[in-house]
């Protein structure tokens, strides 16, 4: 099949939706399929090579800011455009991007998914010419559905199947201000009742979605997220030294800083003298105020050197982050669609402790990999933690059978099989 992948970038940091496209991108064109991922807003920063070579920008960051603001550019020439769509400009407007005011991130947000309708129909006009050049793809992907205001144009126009991915979308719709956030709901609704339909990675969130956008549950497809599991060799022995692990954005809403209160705890109860704390993931210039507190706070409880903090971690150093851990937990403060990271750390063999929130019970359940706690006891982070702890052998058992459950239901080797044959060209056919 010919398939096409519309994907935000973030420009400066990891960011799994991009990350989890590119690896199954690459496994598709493994299979024999023609895929071309084109990026949108800003730059892809991925810890693989870009699947299908670099591609321009679309919906570049500033040329969307741009016209939504100025009636003046939504005029301009080609090569003006352009010019704003370089990645090196689109990376340091995204080192920029924590500057932009809520009502602005409200207003862009209502004018991206009115799409033709809207101060941005040339941006939209520029994907459909894109595509009538250089030929019609079988299927179009967009990594969000937040991209439904274009996805609908492209299905008019090309007359192909268009699907969208659901990947946490509500979270940001529901922090957008009051005045901009149910017009937000209602548009992408009316978007989404345009496509094809669209593809959840969680039963979860697909049920939830399904009554947020007004569609019926029929019309959204169950498809985990998944990971290449190629690199993922987990060591067989409990290690050395005990070490609690994170990888996640490091930010509030992923819950690192619960994470550093329970470490602190569990240090001080005194049965976990030898325990590290290991802390990586996808890090702004927002989210360094917030990093700079957990370090006061450990430095304050006098743990400061037994703690490691890495943020944007490449392929190869996150897979040996993950490798040397003995549990990983990643306490989120809202309830998650997936969690990529959850895969990672059971692929690499190490147990996970989460949040009985959101799609984690679903992965936990099949994974068999780790243990859940209520998010509204204020000691069940802590006292799960103790309880793998204590037991390294147990948590090594507990991990490897997580290891096997990825390479069976959650890596991209099986599932860029089952997404052609049960969902896209069933599609393609009708």
């Known amino acids: 099949m010919k398939l096409a992948f519309l994907t935000p970038g973030t420009g400066n940091y990891y960011c799994g939706v991009c990350m989890r496209d590119n690896s199954l991108a690459h496994q598709l064109m493994a299979n024999g399929h023609e895929v071309t991922m084109l990026p949108t807003y800003l730059p892809h920063f991925l810890d ?131 005045e901009y956030r149910n017009e937000a709901w209602n548009l992408l609704a009316q978007d989404v009742a345009r496509l094809d339909g669209c593809i959840a990675p969680s039963r979860y969130f697909g049920k939830l979605m399904a009554e947020r956008l007004k569609i019926t549950e029929d019309s959204v497809r169950h498809h985990p997220n998944g990971i290449t599991l190629n690199g993922f060799s987990p060591r067989r022995d409990a290690p050395e030294i005990p070490t609690l692990g994170y990888l996640a954005r490091l930010c509030p809403l992923k819950g690192l800083d619960l994470l550093v209160d329970a470490y602190v705890e569990l240090k001080q109860s005194g049965k976990h003298e030898n325990l590290r704390l290991a802390i990586a993931g996808g890090m702004t210039e927002e989210d360094e105020p917030f990093v700079d507190e957990q370090r006061r706070k450990l430095t304050q409880a006098g743990l400061i050197d037994q703690v490691s903090i890495a943020p944007n971690l490449d392929r190869d150093q996150k897979l040996e982050f993950l490798r040397n851990l003995s549990v990983f937990s990643v306490p989120v403060r809202y309830p998650e669609a997936f969690g990529l990271y959850v895969i990672e750390a059971l692929a690499a063999g190490v147990p996970v402790v989460l949040p009985e929130s959101g799609a984690f019970p679903e992965i936990v359940e099949n994974a068999k990999g780790g243990k859940l706690y209520d998010p509204n006891d204020s000691m069940g982070l802590t006292q799960s933690l103790d309880s793998i702890l204590q037991d390294p052998s147990a948590a090594k058992a507990m991990g490897m059978t997580g290891h096997e459950a990825v390479a069976e239901g959650y890596a991209n080797e099986k599932l860029a099989l089952s997404l052609v044959d049960h969902i896209l060209e069933p599609i393609h056919s009708s």
């Not at 370089?86 to 340091?92: E, T, V």
């Not at 080192?95 to 033709?116: N, P, Q, V, Y």
């Open 48 to 178: 693989e090579e870009p699947a299908g070579g670099e591609q321009r920008i679309f919906f570049g960051g500033i040329n969307v800011y741009l016209q939504h603001k100025f009636s003046l550019f939504r005029k301009t020439p080609a090569w003006v455009d352009k010019a704003f769509d370089s990645k090196w400009l689109l990376k340091k407007a995204a080192a920029r991007s924590g500057m932009t005011s809520s009502k602005d991130l409200g207003e862009i947000t209502l004018s991206t998914f009115r799409g033709e309708d809207g101060p941005l129909v040339k941006e939209v006009n520029k994907v459909v010419d894109w595509f009538k050049k250089q030929g019609t793809p079988d299927v179009i992907l967009l990594s969000t559905i937040m991209l439904a205001g274009i996805g609908k144009a492209l299905r008019r126009e090309l007359k192909v199947p268009v699907l969208g991915f659901l990947q946490g979308e509500d979270s940001f719709l529901d922090s957008l201000l009051p």
